[in-house]
């Protein structure tokens, strides 16, 4: 018996039956009862991290975020604020006197700072910044706070009536940010005795991420400032600046690509350890490594060169001997570390989960975000290789939830490259039955993974009696360069090969019907799935969410412009290879339904529009879904059930109906 067969067959004899937990299947409507929890913060002291948790408010039918506490135990868990409004990047003071957070409570201009004694009373306002503040942190004496703000100024309105929007940018459309404003982002320091906001960069480019030096003399900071236009330029570079007003920046790094944050110093000063995106021009096939080089300036080295894997969120220990850091892998993200000497990466905390983010405190025991298969993210305490659960937000109305059956699986295409992924069972699988199956398509692909987390979309339809299956094709995260590049310059048959590969092995392994296969994603996942029902009529429904078949119309529509330099007049028929499935929508024969964010600027709704209706001309079935004031992601608690209900409304119309109709005649 071969490796894989065995796997399967060990697995059936585990899964559950049906009923035998008593609990009950996942709800569309569950959707409003997941919290979100992340950006953990842990006193320097180390006894509390503050936290926030976003939640639906269905009232009012939009999300709310609180900042929590929990003692270092996690036994002690309460809310500090509570308001319509949202509060986000909790922080806090050297002294920890005071937690501070953003918020546009109480009719705020944007954004602005608050402060909150952390052992009780009312948050104060400390900031009245025209537009708000986009990221702040304290200099290590607490006197001062840098701030990120934008120097765009809006002309006031004539009787209500919107502005004209005036654009001059190349780089001029932004999702979910909408229209790009003339303006840039820059920092200033705020003196928080005083109340007072000097200036302290600026100019025609936008500065990013910045971090005080341990001394909080100077910060370093992320800045694009090239010759020419820095919109045409992906060459982001590190920069230091004294922290004082009218002090000139000085640029540390001189990579042509981009380097970029999180930046960390080194406890004694005197190194910066910072991220260096290597690869292609297209961002989605660029793969971060960790640099390190002497805040003064001088050669960088890149520590993780030899490792083929991404890495992000780096950290220092506490003796300045190494470095931690989260690595991307298959199927899963981890906490390792490495000697600042360079060397091998190593293993902290591996398991199949999802770690989200990371920060390192003064004892070198470690802040957390985590998810798992069964379970949203959460905070955790790494002490150690040790993890510890501090928070437990999602515990209640999990308690009473039966979901799927999680596991990896491997198959090849056509030609025989060898693709990872995950399926999801029923609760109620049986050995031996064929189940209708839907194979749902990741988005990116690099910027992303179908990975060892909890998934609403996944776990609604197993609960709905089909297998998923999610497979990282060709370009997705998680396996390497080679992996992640592959597609570069491409058309899309690689992916269309590792894809359908995953069907043909869920039908050979008898789990799935071939008479049931639906097909499904949102952005690049819509953009594949159209491609794959142009040229496989083996699926019974399609659905296609924030797509684009026609390559060719999206030109200059979209976001990502400044990565097109090489228009259409440049070679027309690589934009006709990209734009296969519009062109050649009469070989569509799969009903398929189309839906999208009318806001949508990273893939705008006319991509939807046009294969709409391209297929009702065509006589296929096909609806149009469109979600107002909504961008690339669907925010709106009440649209995303919505969306989660015509998805398993449209499967079961074509991909189960059919087969109950086949078996009563």
Same mark, same amino acid.
């Given at each position: 018996?071969?490796? =894989? ?19 009950? &299947?996942?709800?569309?409507? #569950? ?18 991290? &503050? ?27 309460? *809310?500090?604020?509570? @308001? ?24 705020? $201009?944007?954004? *602005? ?21 986009? $990221? ?86 992320? !800045? ?12 982001? #570079? ?19 690509? %981009?380097?970029?944050? +999180? ?40 520590? @993780? ?12 220990? +506490? ?7 989260? %690595? ?34 003064? $004892? ?18 790494? %002490? ?6 501090? @928070?437990? *937000? ?16 491997? !198959? +090849? ?28 398509? =990741? ?13 609403? %979309? ?23 360069? +080679? =992996? ?69 119309? !999206? ?17 027309? *028929? ?38 709409? @209706? ?16 909504? =961008? ?19 499967? $079961? ?13």
């Amino acid at each position: 018996m071969h490796s =894989h067969w065995r796997a399967i067959a060990l697995l059936t004899l585990a899964l559950p039956l049906a009923g035998q937990s008593g609990r009950r &299947a996942l709800r569309s409507d #569950d959707i409003y009862r997941i919290r979100d929890v992340h950006d953990p913060a842990r006193s320097p002291d180390g006894k509390w991290v &503050a936290y926030v948790v976003s939640s639906v408010d269905t009232t009012r039918d939009r999300n709310s975020s609180d900042i929590w506490l929990t003692d270092w135990s996690g036994a002690h868990e309460r *809310q500090i604020t509570s @308001t319509p409004e949202s509060e986000s990047s909790p922080r806090w003071s050297p002294d920890e006197k005071w937690l501070s957070f953003l918020s546009s409570r109480q009719g705020c $201009d944007g954004p *602005q700072l608050w402060l909150v004694d952390p052992r009780g009373g009312q948050p104060e306002r400390v900031s009245k910044v025209p537009g708000g503040i986009n $990221d702040y942190q304290w200099s290590p004496d607490g006197k001062r706070i840098v701030f990120v703000v934008s120097d765009s100024e809006t002309p006031p309105s004539r009787s209500g009536t919107k502005s004209p929007v005036v654009i001059d940018r190349y780089h001029f459309k932004s999702d979910p940010g909408g229209y790009v404003a003339n303006g840039h982002d820059h920092l200033a320091l705020f003196d928080l005795a005083a109340r007072r906001l000097d200036p302290l960069t600026s100019g025609n480019f936008d500065d990013a991420d910045p971090q005080w030096s341990p001394d909080g003399t100077r910060i370093a900071f992320v !800045s694009k400032r090239v010759a020419g236009d820095p919109d045409r330029s992906p060459n982001d #570079d590190i920069f230091v600046i004294d922290a004082k007003p009218g002090a000139e920046p000085r640029r540390l790094t001189t990579y042509a690509g %981009e380097d970029d944050g +999180r930046i960390a110093w080194s406890p004694d000063g005197s190194r910066i350890v910072y991220l260096v995106g290597i690869g292609v021009k297209d961002y989605s096939l660029r793969m971060w490594k960790l640099a390190m080089m002497p805040s003064s300036g001088g050669a960088s080295t890149i520590l @993780t060169s030899a490792l083929d894997r991404q890495v992000i969120e780096p950290a220092w220990s +506490r003796d300045g001997s190494s470095i931690y850091m989260l %690595e991307e892998d298959d199927r899963s993200q981890y906490v390792a570390k490495i000697s600042a000497a360079g060397g091998a990466t190593q293993r902290v905390a591996a398991d199949k989960r999802m770690v989200t983010s990371l920060a390192i405190g003064s $004892d070198d025991a470690a802040t957390l975000t985590l998810a798992s298969d069964s379970a949203p993210p959460e905070i955790y305490a790494l %002490e150690g290789s040790s993890l510890r659960r501090l @928070t437990h *937000q999602n515990d209640e109305w999990l308690r009473d939830i039966q979901l799927g059956i999680t596991e990896e699986f491997s !198959s +090849r295409g056509k030609d025989g490259y060898g693709s990872h992924g995950l399926i999801v069972r029923p609760a109620s699988y049986v050995a031996g039955e064929k189940y209708p199956t839907l194979l749902r398509i =990741h988005g990116g692909p690099g910027c992303c993974q179908d990975s060892h987390a909890f998934n609403m %979309e996944r776990e609604l339809f197993a609960a709905n009696g089909y297998v998923v299956l999610a497979l990282n094709y060709r370009g997705s995260r998680g396996r390497g360069a +080679r =992996h992640q590049r592959a597609i570069a310059g491409g058309t899309k048959s690689l992916e269309l090969s590792d894809l359908l590969g995953a069907v043909d092995y869920a039908v050979k392994m008898g789990i799935s019907d071939p008479a049931r296969l639906g097909i499904g994603g949102w952005s690049n996942g819509a953009i594949l799935t159209d491609e794959i029902i142009a040229h496989d009529h083996r699926f019974k429904a399609a659905i296609a969410g924030a797509g684009s078949a026609n390559a060719l119309a !999206s030109y200059g529509t979209d976001q990502y412009t400044p990565e097109s330099s090489d228009g259409p007049w440049s070679g027309l *028929q690589k934009w006709m290879d990209q734009s296969y499935a519009f062109y050649h929508a009469n070989r569509i024969t799969t009903p398929t339904l189309f839906l999208s964010g009318d806001k949508d600027f990273n893939v705008p709704i006319a991509g939807s529009e046009q294969m709409y @209706t391209a297929l009702r001309a065509l006589g296929v079935p096909t609806e149009l879904v469109i979600y107002p004031d909504q =961008h690339h992601s669907i925010s709106t608690p009440s649209y995303k059930k919505d969306r989660l209900d015509r998805y398993v409304t449209w499967y $079961d119309r074509y991909v189960k109906a059919p087969a109950r109709a086949a078996a009563i005649r």
